[in-house]
Each structure stands twice: as structure tokens, then as C-alpha cells.
């Protein structure tokens, strides 16, 4: 019979965790927009202009303005921040442990009648075995070293998959704020559109109120019926109503544009367009329109960076079949054991010793299938 108590086996394991240089965990710097369809953020003036606010300034706040677009480019940081924690050096793991076992073995005592065939006769004679039992207990203590090993060829394209991500998601940043920088400069031109119109019918409505007045005149004096009066007047209430709605539409957009832009919508106003504003000769060009228009489309550049990235995953995924080691391990094990037998009908015991040293290199390596 025999009993066996294992007790206590103590792992200190450095589990292994993704180190990454502080110049990747650092944020990227914003790019510098030159082009209009990436428009450069303009910082909020302190006070509003005297003469009113430029429509591109506006604009230009409005798309620095835009939680979307910074949004956005939060991602486009953590997008590297995880290729870097991906791509890596892991940290080394260091195994301690210490264990020890004490174990009891008893072996019965047996009696009764031993045949011996290589005598004459064959003869039975009696025999008796004493009860022996023996304690034995061992202690150990390991060590061991793991060195992970990440594959150059899959970090390469991992890397340029992860730039190229980030990239794509910059131009989507782009790609929302020059959004809320058309619809800026397009709300800027209603509105200034809405103020010319309401000008022109406030001019027409002070003709139609003076010709209100002459109607009155004349109706007084029994030149004209008072039927034509009335017509005059309905005629001016609903010139003034169309340009109470006017206003108020006007209202609503400046305070649209106010909110995009970040300014109060009581000091906001915009200053008026320049009346000769005539294009370039050279931008009326079919050929020259088609390229600006593209020149201003971040949407494009982001499609272009998407594909580069799911091109570069493409081929890390297919540097991954190139057969590679995962990790290298070192191992060392030194175990002391006692052994004590003792007899039935014996005084004493016996002493043994038992001394063992073992080293262990394990080697992993990935293989396609």
C-alpha cells in the first residue's frame, strides 16, 4: 500500500507582456494641410471682427470645431499605438519554483510453501517473508528562462498595415471636416443670399407702401374705387410676411452656423462677398475642373490607404506560413531525496540518498498546415 501527499508547488511566472518604444507610443504630430480640401484650422478670435466674419475663417473653425474629425484622429493614434504593442519585443518569462513530496510505502509480510524444481523430487519446504516499509521524501527546485522570438517578416508587413490604417483613418478625419467646411462656406452663402433678397423686398416693400398710400389718396378722392386699396394693402401685408419669414430663415442658419463654428450666435456676422468675384480663366477648363475636384476629395485618398492596408495584412498573413520559432526555453531541475527501510524483526534502518540534476532546452516553431 501505498500513499502518496504532494504539497505545494511555488510558480513565480513573469507572464510576458508587449513592450513597445516610447517614439511609437508617442502621438502622431497633425499633418500640415496645405490643400483646400484639407482646410488648416483657424483659432477662435477673442472678439468678432468689426467688419464681420470671413466666410473661410468660419468655415475653418468649424472643421477644427468638429468632434468627429478629432475623433477620428484619436483613433488613428491608438490604430498605431496597437500595431506597436503587436509588433513588439515580448518580455523574457522567468520560472521559479520549489516543491517537495513525502511518500510511504509498506509491503506485507507473507508465509507458506516454496516449491524448488530444480532439486531432486522437486521438494516443498516452508518459507516466511518479514514486513518491510520505507519513507521516502524528496525536495526540488526549478528554474527556468523563456525567450520569445517574433516573426521579422510577418512585423514588417503587421507595420505598414498598421501605418496605413492609421492613415486612412486621418483621411477620414480630413474627410469630415472638409464636410463641415462646405457645409459651413454653403450656409454662409444662403444666408448672404437670404440678406440680399431681404433687402431687395424691403425695397420693394416701401414702393408698395408708398403706392399703398396713393391708393388711400386717391380713394379719398373718389378717383379710384376702394377695392384697388384694399388690394394695395393686402399686397404689402403679404410683402412684410415673406419677409418676416425670410429673416427668421436667415436667423436659423446663422445660428447653424454659429453652432459648427464654435461662436456666440449674438456677435455673429458675416462679411458681405466681394460683388466681382469672377473665376480664372484657366479653372473654367473642363480638364482643370475634373482635377481640382478630385484634388479635393479626401474621401478618395482614404479609399487608396484602405486598400494599401488590407494589401499589406494580405501579405503578413501569408509571411505567417514561413515557418518561424515561437519561443526558446531553458530549463533546470535539481531534486534530493532520503530514502529510510526498515524490517520486521530488525533493529536499524537503512540510509539512502538520491541526488538528480536535469536540463531541459525546448525549442517551439510554428508550421503551416
Known sequence: MATCCAAGLIVLAAAGCSTVDEQARAPSEPRSQTDTAAPVPAPVPADPPAEGYDWDTLARMAAAHCGEARALLLDAQAERSKTAVDTGWRNPQLRLGHGWSDQDNDTPGRAGMRTFPEEVDTPQRPFKRYSEWDDRSFDANQIGLRFYTANPFVNRWLRKSGEAAARA?????????????????????????????????????????????????????????????????????????????????????????????????????????????????????????????????????????????????????????????????????????????????????????????????????????
Open 169 to 369: 483613418l486621418e483621411k477620414a478625419s480630413e474627410e469630415e471636416a472638409y464636410a463641415i467646411f462646405c457645409e459651413v462656406k454653403m450656409l454662409c452663402l444662403e444666408a448672404e443670399l437670404l440678406r440680399e433678397e431681404v433687402e431687395l423686398l424691403e425695397r420693394m416693400a416701401e414702393i408698395r407702401e408708398k403706392l399703398r398710400d396713393l391708393r388711400r389718396e386717391q380713394a379719398e378722392a373718389g378717383v379710384t374705387s376702394p377695392l384697388d386699396l384694399i388690394r394695395a394693402e393686402t399686397k404689402l401685408a403679404s410683402q412684410r410676411s415673406e419677409i418676416f419669414g425670410k429673416r427668421m430663415a436667415r436667423q436659423q442658419l446663422m445660428r447653424r452656423i454659429a453652432v459648427l463654428a464654435g461662436v456666440p450666435a449674438e456677435g455673429l456676422r458675416l462679411r458681405p462677398r466681394a460683388p466681382d468675384r469672377t473665376p480664372a480663366a484657366e479653372r473654367l477648363d473642363a480638364a482643370a475642373l475634373a482635377d481640382l475636384a478630385f484634388m479635393r476629395r479626401p474621401d478618395l485618398a482614404r479609399l487608396e490607404q484602405e486598400k494599401e492596408s488590407a494589401a499589406h495584412a494580405l501579405r503578413a498573413a501569408r509571411a505567417g506560413q514561413i515557418p518561424w520559432f515561437e519561443y526558446v526555453e531553458g530549463s533546470f531541475e535539481d531534486t534530493r531525496g532520503d530514502i529510510y527501510s526498515y524490517e520486521e524483526h530488525f533493529t536499524g534502518r537503512d540510509h539512502t540518498t538520491r541526488d538528480e540534476t536535469e536540463w531541459q532546452v525546448r525549442v517551439a516553431m510554428s508550421l503551416p498546415v
